[in-house]
């Protein structure tokens, strides 16, 4: 059995009074042990903060509660806690209390999506399902901070059989990913209840598991678990890593139960002023994650829920990140740089730009080095009329009595068959006026 670090050492100490290595690892102690007000934070990591700051802190703590792992505090560097990125996600801070007027409690309008109790119905084919509202360890800048420690929000078992009902009787719904809170708060039991009616639905192909565990809590990645979610393939989990230094020996043995035992893995970052603004810890913590087999999926661009303004950064700051990793990085180490949309339009790829022209045979592009380039485009190219009839078509796709689709949004406009010209906003004054005069 290894060694715990120094100031491991030291919090269980103060806890306990002895040092115990099982009682470190124990999930459950963790959780038992969390660290929620100001006084037990200064004594476990001896960090003081002036009294004065103690003050504007607890009023912090009244409006957006405050929970740490013992596990998740070690990691802070007591020496350097101000610039710390453990320190920054995981304590308080003033700032939280400034309101900025677009901002919105519920910025990506998930409760306004909402059918049934949990749900959110957004994308055609696939849910997103608050299952728990608990969390080990509270981020501090939660997308949904409107609900971070509030019991009113946890789900009751017939609620969620409510939702597990909609899922059922909405045939589209071919991957149901599972969120909270953090489902992984959930007993072993529960989560294997949960798994096996979803499985019975036969429309759900897959089932995703969004979960900070493996960063705040790797502990809780038990063999228990790893054997009960092997049995409920195919499962896919994506974690939620902002930084290289999150990566320890403790979270990529939890990593790597996960990846042997099948399940693909995959990372949502979220970028942070003063915590991973930067493209070579960017560049760092993907280099990490796929040393641990996890995929980088999502680089998110901070949304625009209340007491987050000091933790956005421009948008140019994403993309500068995404310019300095793609070309330079293996393509499987680049994340997606996605704006989920204000009020609920779902998430919004954004790149550098690598059109530099085009004409009717010839694109230009740039790569990565700035290097210009041109690629040569057929000067016939003779358009296989398309009126979605497939089963007439010469390309022989095979529906399998598939219902006929319906194109929408841009793919509308790019289609022969529908007559569609351009896509107007609700209530466009310009086009407004026109109806008047006509
Ligand atoms: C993010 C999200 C999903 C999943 O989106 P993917 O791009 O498929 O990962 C589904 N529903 C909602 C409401 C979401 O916010």
């Given at each position: 059995?290894?060694?715990?670090?120094?100031?491991?050492?030291?919090?269980?100490?103060?806890?306990?009074?002895e040092?115990?290595?099982?009682?470190?690892?124990?999930?459950?102690?963790?959780?038992?042990?969390?660290?929620?007000?100001?006084?037990?934070?200064?004594?476990?990591?001896?960090?003081?903060?002036?009294?004065?700051e103690?003050?504007?802190?607890?009023?912090?703590?009244?409006?957006?509660?405050?929970?740490?792992?013992?596990?998740?505090?070690?990691?802070i560097d007591?020496?350097?806690?101000k610039?710390?990125?453990?320190?920054?996600?995981?304590?308080?801070?003033?700032?939280?209390?400034?309101?900025?007027?677009?901002?919105?409690?519920?910025?990506?309008?998930?409760?306004?999506?909402?059918?049934?109790?949990?749900?959110?119905?957004?994308?055609?084919?696939?849910?997103?399902?608050?299952?728990?509202?608990?969390?080990?360890?509270?981020?501090?800048?939660?997308?949904?901070?409107?609900?971070?420690g509030?019991?009113?929000?946890?789900?009751?078992?017939?609620?969620i059989?409510?939702?597990?009902?909609?899922?059922?009787?909405?045939?589209?719904?071919?991957?149901?990913?599972?969120?909270?809170?953090?489902?992984?708060?959930?007993?072993?039991?529960?989560?294997?209840?949960?798994?096996?009616?979803?499985?019975?639905?036969?429309?759900?192909?897959?089932?995703?598991?969004?979960?900070?565990?493996?960063?705040?809590?790797?502990?809780?990645?038990?063999?228990?678990?790893?054997?009960?979610?092997?049995?409920?393939?195919?499962?896919?989990?994506?974690?939620?890593?902002?930084?290289?230094?999150?990566l320890?020996?403790?979270s990529?043995r939890?990593?790597?139960?996960?990846?042997?035992?099948?399940?693909?893995?995959?990372?949502q970052?979220?970028?942070?002023?003063?915590?991973?603004?930067?493209?070579?810890?960017?560049?760092?913590?993907?280099?990490?994650?796929?040393?641990?087999?996890?995929?980088?999926?999502?680089?998110?661009?901070?949304?625009l829920?209340?007491?987050?303004?000091?933790?956005?950064?421009?948008v140019?700051?994403?993309?500068?990140?995404?310019?300095?990793?793609?070309?330079?990085?293996s393509?499987?180490?680049?994340?997606?740089?996605?704006?989920?949309?204000?009020?609920?339009?779902?998430?919004?790829?954004?790149?550098?730009?690598y059109?530099?022209?085009?004409s009717?045979?010839?694109?230009?592009?740039?790569?990565?080095?700035?290097?210009?380039?041109?690629y040569?485009?057929?000067?016939?190219?003779?358009?296989?009329?398309?009126?979605?009839?497939?089963?007439?078509?010469?390309?022989?796709?095979?529906?399998?009595?598939?219902?006929?689709?319906?194109?929408i949004?841009?793919e509308?406009?790019?289609?022969?068959?529908?007559?569609?010209?351009?896509?107007?906003?609700?209530?466009?004054?310009?086009?407004k006026?026109?109806?008047?005069?006509?």
């Amino acid at each position: 059995m290894e060694q715990h670090s120094f100031r491991q050492r030291k919090i269980i100490n103060q806890i306990e009074g002895e040092e115990d290595v099982n009682t470190w690892r124990d999930w459950k102690w963790q959780i038992k042990n969390a660290i929620c007000d100001i006084d037990s934070f200064e004594k476990l990591t001896g960090i003081k903060f002036p009294p004065e700051e103690k003050n504007t802190l607890k009023k912090t703590l009244d409006k957006f509660p405050m929970s740490v792992t013992p596990y998740y505090a070690s990691l802070i560097d007591p020496q350097d806690y101000k610039n710390d990125p453990v320190f920054r996600q995981s304590f308080p801070s003033p700032d939280e209390l400034i309101t900025q007027d677009y901002e919105m409690e519920d910025s990506l309008h998930e409760d306004k999506d909402s059918p049934a109790p949990g749900i959110t119905h957004r994308y055609p084919d696939r849910v997103l399902f608050h299952v728990s509202n608990i969390c080990s360890m509270y981020c501090r800048h939660c997308t949904r901070k409107r609900k971070v420690g509030d019991q009113d929000f946890v789900p009751s078992k017939k609620e969620i059989l409510k939702g597990i009902e909609y899922i059922k009787n909405t045939p589209q719904i071919r991957d149901v990913l599972l969120s909270g809170g953090d489902p992984f708060m959930l007993s072993d039991e529960y989560i294997d209840w949960l798994l096996s009616e979803i499985e019975k639905i036969p429309h759900v192909e897959v089932v995703r598991i969004g979960t900070r565990v493996p960063v705040v809590l790797p502990y809780r990645i038990t063999d228990g678990l790893v054997e009960m979610l092997k049995r409920h393939q195919p499962l896919w989990i994506n974690t939620h890593f902002n930084h290289p230094r999150e990566l320890t020996a403790s979270s990529s043995r939890a990593l790597k139960k996960l990846a042997d035992a099948g399940i693909p893995l995959g990372n949502q970052s979220v970028l942070l002023a003063n915590v991973n603004d930067c493209p070579k810890i960017i560049k760092k913590l993907c280099h990490k994650l796929v040393q641990n087999r996890v995929r980088p999926y999502y680089l998110f661009q901070c949304d625009l829920s209340e007491g987050l303004s000091h933790f956005r950064t421009p948008v140019g700051k994403g993309i500068e990140i995404i310019e300095s990793l793609i070309g330079h990085t293996s393509g499987f180490a680049v994340p997606t740089y996605v704006i989920d949309a204000p009020g609920g339009g779902g998430k919004i790829p954004i790149m550098p730009n690598y059109i530099v022209s085009w004409s009717t045979n010839k694109v230009i592009l740039r790569n990565y080095e700035g290097v210009i380039t041109t690629y040569k485009e057929p000067d016939e190219y003779i358009n296989n009329f398309c009126d979605r009839k497939c089963e007439d078509c010469s390309l022989q796709l095979n529906l399998e009595g598939a219902e006929e689709e319906v194109e929408i949004g841009v793919e509308k406009l790019l289609s022969d068959s529908d007559e569609t010209g351009s896509l107007i906003p609700q209530g466009n004054p310009r086009i407004k006026k026109r109806k008047k005069h006509d």
